[in-house]
Structure formats: C-alpha cells, structure tokens
C-alpha cells in the first residue's frame, strides 16, 4: 500500500491512550480517533447539534 495525502492530523493528545482529530482533504470532514492499548475506534466528530464538523477545503492548521 502507498502512502495517501487525502487525511491531515490536526491535532494529537497522548502517548499510551492517544485521541486525534484527522481531517480528510477532499470533503473537510472531521474525525475522531482515540486508542488505548490495542483497541481503537474512529467516528466522524460532531458539534453540539449533533452536526459533522467540516473545515473549509483547502484548510491547514
């Protein structure tokens, strides 16, 4: 598999237990990763009307 420029992190939080927000560059959607140990999961991040979170294209914090 090659490497693919589509998904930003945005931000990082952890060492052992991480959460991050990743931001995909073709759609501005936002997405919420956290990890512990060997698990993880990964959901689209929402505001506080239950709405997806999308940046502007072409955003880059």
Same mark, same amino acid.
């Given at each position: 598999m090659g490497t693919s420029d589509r998904f930003?992190?945005?931000?990082k939080q952890g060492i052992a237990t991480v959460t991050e927000i990743w931001v995909d560059k073709k759609t501005g959607?936002?997405? /919420?990763?956290?990890? !512990? $140990?060997?698990?993880?999961?990964?959901?689209? /991040?929402?505001?506080? !009307? $239950?709405?997806t979170v999308i940046s502007p294209l072409g955003y880059n914090q």
């Open positions: 930003q992190r945005v931000y959607v936002n997405y /919420l990763y956290h990890s !512990e $140990g060997h698990s993880g999961g990964l959901t689209p /991040l929402l505001d506080k !009307e $239950g709405k």
